[in-house]
């Protein structure tokens, strides 16, 4: 545009700002307005609307009062508020002096008629049923307050007192303590409970606790002071010790709890417990203990727990029995547990179009031996016969004849089987494989094992040759029992293959490309190995690919038709799982497999607080090149290009090149903080150029206002508060706050609230982050790694407890319960470039999975539970 | 044709008078809501906060409705100017 164009529109403006209508003018838009008005009608005259008393704003303000009043004649309101709409000055002056809008400029309404519409209504009322059935299946189970006492007071030395609103009042034997109510003992004091469950505990002086139950689960509350606690077995649900900072999750077992000023210690004198401090869980075995804070007590861990336990009146019973237990921990620790293995002679003789190949190790010598060790000091120990019959229905002979049948099967295989998924002219056939050590295992299958010719059938190589293949497949299958090989398959085909194959010898599977990676995951030291030729797998399955031509397309288009191989680990050091995944591509990453970029920092991890329950983070590469990737993927043909072309136009934005260009790498969502009122999500995303991308987002939101009425109006403002810019997406037609975003330190944080923005900066700020969390960090795998291109992080529990100020008494313990049973997970990814590798040396989801049993056998009779009634 | 201030000579005041009778019809031709907000902003000299808060919307929808206004009018007078000549 010229300088001259400028200067025009300036004159010309002001040539209008100059140009004051004369009185003719006037009287004859006057004229027009009463005529619009129909002011004749109202009995006005033109001369008594006073047009030269309402010539300028000046007139109309000192109308106002008498405006705001409602002294002013009908004509005269109506070209007031004309005016008002008009003028700014003086609609401000009017405004002003109200302290009200004079006008409801809100964009009205639409009413919205109601539609009885009985067929969605149907659709709807499935779900809200299946809802409400878990619902109360979940209520039943966690939050349900059974009924009865909760504790039986057995003998008693000293002062006891039971605390209740009614008052204290000392307690004898045979008193019974309720729901919530606290039982103090004195100094000297020394109390034995038998609980509802059977369990019984022993209170020492000094000490503050009560028992509560919800649905199958028993917590005995330690507030402070000494317990010793003999677990009893349970069918369902689980008996839970909670101190101030610890909580300890037990099934049948002996352990003490002591709760004092510096915080909990707890040792194991039977059995084993978990315990959960600080988010973090951890497994106490006999004779081990374990303290909230730190020790410096260098004594050995037995006469720590000997101290500990020195005030109890059974103390010569425990001491002698966790003696025993300690003996049997390390002659049970001294057991091998099966090696990890470096080669198989299985995989070369697999077949040579093996798809899937899955190793697991046998199991069956560890079994063996840790039942000896046991059996052994069983027999010795008169203490541990007496535990073992108390609380195991079990007889110990049963168990004895059950872990030998499969010790005697495990010595007819080798020291690992093989699952093996193979490819057939239909359906890829599937068969177990394992080495025969010696011979006689058809004949042990068919005398000793437990299973009936109906569901297995046993074949030699000469019976298989003569079978025919059935159209379909047996329900539970053939084993074919070889010189040096069994095979177990519900597929006749399948055992014919496995046949020829392992009598033809090495197939070359292991010298292919894909043996080549099971090899490699041997060498690495295997503990199970899951392998997959996803290619191949991809190839002979057309009805996947090729079903539809688009489909076909859009794999292609997408990159993934490249991937290779997935090869899964999983290894167990000291009882740390170790698990890593291994997708291969057949070369460079391309399209969407190539979005993750390689391993670097992820800066936007500094924005969480330790306490974020969901964060999920990653690295991806250039986003220009994502949108080129996504326009090529979705904009197959020219029309819908066109298509493109014209939204671009009418939002007046290039997507690559005014937004995905001013995005950096870095992106993370999060679920950081209150989940009450509106959950506090979090989206941090890296910016190269805040400015540009703030223009971009200023021009779509124009544009988008401006494309119609049906869409809603969405206004930005902006406000700076201690420095820092802050914006805000108004939803015009609903009146709320859609989201509010902010720039810092290169990134773009998105919150719903500008509370969760300054959170995020200050804890950017001060460096208090989850990113440098010890929690966090003792939660990554231990690798050589320094960086990840992709973490997704999950921890329920600060999501949970908050919960507990919005709910009442009743639902805030279950859910205190559900939060404390959570345990963190991390799960890290790396780009490569021609691999995606996957590790997590955390449990799955980290629930605790003793509580989730107690929902599946929530059918189970409570049968321990008859002191509720 | 040559444009001045205000009040420079009788026959610069037609010619501005032109001159504004084209602005009103280029304004004319605009869309009502930025026909709107260019009144307000450049006749009744509001500010983008003010015309934001008359006009239920934000200071960037009123910056950026305001920019494409300009253009527009520019362009207008300019093709009535020729016409003219």
């Known amino acids: 545009m010229r ?19 004369d009185a ?18 109202m009995g006005d005259s033109l001369e008594n609307l006073g047009i030269e008393a309402i010539a300028n704003c000046e007139d109309v303000q000192m109308l106002l009062t008498s405006y705001k009043a409602g002294t002013l004649s009908s004509a005269k309101t109506l070209l007031i508020e004309a005016h008002l709409r008009d003028c700014g000055s003086c609609f401000r002056r009017a405004q002003s002096n109200s302290g009200a809008p004079a006008f409801d400029w809100s964009t009205p309404k639409s009413a919205r008629a109601f539609v009885w519409r009985p067929r969605a209504l149907g659709w709807a009322v ?94 005995i509350a330690l507030d402070n002071g000494a317990v010793i606690v003999q677990a009893a077995k349970r069918d369902s649900g689980h008996l839970y010790v909670r101190t101030p900072d610890c909580r300890v999750a037990v099934t049948g077992t002996v352990f003490s709890v002591d709760s004092g000023i510096k915080g909990s210690r707890v040792a194991v004198l039977q059995g084993s417990v978990e315990m959960m401090h600080a988010g973090v869980d951890k497994a106490i075995h006999a004779g081990d203990q374990m303290a ?9 861990a037995a006469d720590q727990i000997a101290e500990q336990i020195s005030w109890s009146h059974d103390r010569g019973k425990y001491l002698t029995l966790l003696a025993e237990f300690s003996i049997l921990q390390h002659r049970l620790e001294r057991i091998p547990s099966p090696q990890p293995r470096y080669t198989s002679d299985l995989l070369e003789r697999m077949p040579a179009d093996t798809l899937l190949y899955i190793s697991i190790p046998n199991l069956g010598d560890y079994l063996s031996e840790a039942n000896k060790v046991f059996q052994d000091q069983l027999k010795q120990s008169p203490e541990l016969q007496q535990w073992w019959s108390r609380g195991h229905a079990t007889n110990s002979a049963d168990l004895d004849s059950l872990v030998d049948k499969v010790h005697q099967m495990s010595q007819y295989i080798g020291n690992e089987i093989v699952v093996v998924g193979v490819k057939q002219a239909n359906d890829p056939g599937f068969a177990i494989v ?42 539970g299958g053939y084993a074919l029992i070889r010189q040096h090989e069994a095979v177990f398959s519900n597929s006749i085909a399948t055992l014919k293959q496995m046949n020829a194959q392992l009598n033809a010898g090495s197939s070359g599977f292991a010298a292919g490309e894909f043996g080549r990676q099971v090899a490699a995951a041997y060498s690495r030291g295997a503990g199970v190995i899951l392998a997959a030729d996803l ?85 991806s590469k250039d986003p220009r090149t994502i949108a080129d990737d996504i326009l090529e993927m979705a904009l197959p043909d020219a029309v819908q290009k066109k298509s493109l072309d014209e939204t671009e136009a009418k939002l007046q934005i290039n997507f690559r090149d005014d937004l995905a260009a001013d995005l950096g790498g870095d992106f993370l969502v999060s679920l950081d903080g209150p989940v009450l009122p509106t959950p506090s999500w979090k989206a941090v995303i890296e910016v190269r150029d805040s400015e540009r991308l703030e223009n971009t987002l200023e021009r779509l939101l124009a544009s988008i206002n401006s494309q119609g009425k049906d869409m809603h109006s969405i206004a930005m403002e902006s406000s700076v508060i201690g420095g820092q810019k802050f914006y805000s997406l108004h939803d015009l037609t609903s009146g709320r706050v859609v989201a509010q975003y902010t720039f810092a330190g290169g990134y773009m944080i998105v919150a719903p609230d500008r509370a969760l923005l300054i959170e995020a900066l200050r804890t950017h700020a001060g460096g208090d982050s989850l990113a440098r969390s010890t929690a966090f960090k003792a939660s990554l795998p231990k690798d050589e790694y320094d960086n990840y291109s992709a973490v997704a992080y999950q921890n329920l529990g600060p999501v949970l407890t908050p919960l507990l100020s919005q709910l009442s008494g009743e639902s805030a313990h279950a859910i205190q319960q559900l939060a404390a049973d959570s345990r963190p997970t991390t799960i890290c990814a790396w780009g490569r470039d021609t691999r995606i590798e996957v590790a997590s040396d955390s449990h799955l989801f980290g629930f605790d999975f003793l509580t989730l049993g107690t929902l599946m056998h929530s059918g189970n009779k409570q049968a321990n539970l008859n002191v509720h009634n | 044709m040559s444009y001045a201030g205000k009040g420079s000579s009788p026959e610069a005041d037609i010619s501005n008078r032109e001159l504004g009778n084209w602005l009103r019809l280029a304004i004319s031709e605009l869309p009502s809501r930025a026909a709107e907000m260019f009144t ?46």
């Open chain 2, 40 to 85: 307000l902003r450049f006749l009744e000299e509001l500010g983008n906060r003010e015309i934001a808060a008359l006009m239920g919307t934000s200071q960037a929808v009123v910056a950026v409705t305001l920019h494409h206004a300009r253009s527009k009018l520019k362009k207008r007078l300019r093709e009535l100017e020729q016409e003219k000549q």
């Open chain 1, 126 to 219: 499935t779900p809200v049923f299946a809802l409400v059935i878990c619902l109360v299946f979940v209520y039943k189970a966690y939050w349900q307050i059974p009924p009865g006492v909760r504790a039986e007071v057995q003998s008693i030395d000293g002062s006891v007192y039971r605390i209740s609103d009614a008052g204290d009042h000392r307690l004898s034997p045979g008193d019974k303590l309720g729901e919530g109510e606290n039982l103090r003992t004195g100094g000297g004091g020394h109390a034995v409970l038998r609980l509802a469950d059977g369990s019984t505990i022993e209170v020492n002086e000094r000490s503050v606790l009560k028992v509560g139950a919800r649905g199958h689960n028993m917590t």
């Open chain 1, 3 to 21: 300088p001259s164009d400028e200067l025009l529109l300036g004159t010309a403006i002001g040539a209008i700002q100059a140009d004051e209508p």
């Open chain 1, 434 to 475: 394992a080495n025969v050590q010696k011979s006689g295992l058809d004949d042990f299958l068919r005398t000793q094992w437990p299973i009936s010719t109906s569901q297995l059938t046993l074949l030699d190589e000469k019976s298989l040759n003569a079978a025919p293949i059935p159209s379909q497949s047996k329900h």
């Open chain 1, 292 to 300: 909230t804070y730190d020790s410096v007590n260098s004594a050995p």
């Open chain 1, 24 to 41: 003719a003018q006037i009287a004859a838009s006057a004229k027009r307005v009463a005529g619009r008005l129909s002011l004749d009608a």
């Open chain 1, 535 to 619: 290619h191949q797998m991809m190839l002979n399955r057309p009805n996947l690919l090729h079903a539809q031509h688009k489909g076909q397309e859009a794999i292609e288009k997408s990159g993934m038709e490249d991937v290779q191989y997935l090869i899964a680990e999983h290894r167990e050091t000291n009882g740390v799982p170790e698990n890593h995944l291994n997708l291969q591509f057949s070369g460079t990453r391309k399209r969407v497999a190539s979005w993750l970029a390689a391993p670097a920092p992820i800066g936007s991890l500094d924005f969480v607080t330790p306490n974020a329950a969901l964060v999920v983070a990653l690295l």
